[in-house]
């Protein structure tokens, strides 16, 4: 048992290796999705991976202008304030189908049938066409999602995110308060299996939603750790999203997140405090005009079902209690670096190496950007001697895949040193 233990941990950290290679040659600091005023939809069945080495039945919706193949989540859709948007939606599933636009108003829908909360696509492999129009009044995040059954399609994966943007660039919304340096999303959903596979098999009219468990969690529709990889890389072509937030030192994320999901996720983020500075789309001001002066600073994001928020993360390391820089006495400060404990000592006596564990993400050396001796075969994961957080559910059960620990809904922050790029 010990030399299979090891060798799955081996295992494990070539996956991981293989993925960190993979984010540094391509990850981006922006929302991926699809811009523009005009989207072509058709709702399709595909299969999703799991983080426990399973393939699933899944609904979603295909971006036609481009691969045409269904993801999960959907095509995440970037537009400006005040853009017309239309999506024109076909349906090749053996249900009828719709897509509901929370938080957006005046929506309107042309041909289709009429549904019990808007009109639908029915399912005709893919002839007829149904166009709803809205105009993005507001800015922030929004979801999307199948007004159908959607206790059922939402699982089956029929959702996706809407980001509006503001007129003035790396706003959250019209305040200079709410500026950021980088943009990521967190869409946070769970499937049951039992579910997909009673859909995959032809027995959906046995599917039982009172008695729905969900044993597996996602960010971005991925499980960790594929969370870590690349966006768009070829081996999960239904999930093209990652979740692998960066930032330099003194810089701002900001934090799209948004639970389209059936249960609460406690999205928990290492390393600092996040101030929610918007939910469903609101800044949380006082008056017009005032800013984020209601924000809510806090170590976890209660996300509820159906509710998003956006949320300023920031990291110094102000408060450690160490130069985390390791500069030395007489060195000029770079920009942006907080080090009140500049020049003194590291403040505690560490032990000899050899008593010592060293995790992959680990680069020998306490200090940011700095690398320092490890014992043969430790480290390795973290290429630019950046500072690793992990972001995660607070449901602990969550960090699984259907049991298998690590994977579910978790990924990593990255403090990367001054003058390493993030795209």
Not at 141 to 157: I, N
Not at 212 to 222: K, T, Y
Not at 288 to 308: E, M, N, R
Request: hydrophobic share 40%.
């Amino acid at each position: 048992m010990t030399h299979l233990t090891s060798r799955l941990e081996r295992l494990f950290a070539a996956v991981l290796l293989l993925l960190i290679c993979s984010w540094h040659a391509g990850a981006h600091a922006v929302v991926d999705g699809v811009t523009g005023t005009t989207f072509n939809f058709t709702a399709r069945a595909d299969y999703v991976s799991t983080g426990d080495g399973e393939s699933l039945l899944a609904w979603g919706y295909a971006n036609d202008d481009s691969t045409g193949i269904m993801q999960y989540p959907g095509p995440t859709l970037i537009v400006n304030q005040g853009d017309t948007v239309t999506i024109n939606l076909r349906n090749e599933l053996p249900v009828p189908v719709s897509i509901v636009f929370p938080g957006q108003q005046g929506v309107t829908a042309t041909a289709g049938s009429p549904g019990l909360l808007t009109t639908e696509v029915p399912p005709d492999n893919g002839l007829s066409v149904v166009s709803y129009t809205f105009t993005a009044t507001h800015a922030g995040t929004y979801l999307y999602y199948s007004g159908t059954r959607p206790e059922l399609q939402a699982e089956m994966g029929l959702l996706g995110a809407i980001v509006v943007r503001p007129a003035t660039a790396n706003q959250a919304y019209a305040h200079a308060a709410t500026s950021y340096d980088h943009e990521y999303l967190f869409l946070l959903t769970e499937m049951d299996p039992v579910i997909h596979n009673l859909v995959d098999t032809g027995l959906i009219d046995l599917v039982d939603n009172t008695t729905a468990r969900p044993v597996l969690w996602f960010i971005n529709g991925r499980n960790a750790p594929d969370t870590l990889a690349d966006a768009y890389v070829p081996w999960l072509p239904t999930q093209p999203y990652n979740s692998l937030p960066r930032m330099h030192p003194g810089e701002r994320i900001l934090m799209r997140v948004a639970n389209a999901g059936r249960d609460l996720h406690p999205f928990h983020h290492h390393g600092n405090n996040a101030t929610v500075i918007a939910r469903d789309g609101r800044l949380l001001e006082s008056a017009p005009g005032a800013g984020p002066d209601l924000g809510v600073s806090d170590f976890t994001i209660k996300t509820v079902p159906g509710q998003t928020y956006d949320a300023l993360f920031e990291w110094t390391g102000k408060g450690l209690n160490w130069d985390i820089y390791g500069h030395q006495p007489g060195d000029p400060m770079e920009p942006n670096e907080y080090a009140a404990d500049h020049g003194k000592p590291f403040p505690v006596v560490l032990p000899n190496q050899s008593d010592l564990t060293f995790g992959g993400f680990y680069s020998g050396s306490p200090f940011l950007g700095q690398f320092g001796a490890l014992p043969p075969g430790q480290g390795g994961l973290n290429l630019n001697a950046g500072y690793f957080h992990m972001w995660h559910s607070h449901t602990e059960v969550e960090l699984t895949s259907n049991d298998i620990f690590p994977g579910g809904m978790m990924t990593m922050v990255i403090i990367e040193p001054h003058g390493v790029p993030i795209p």
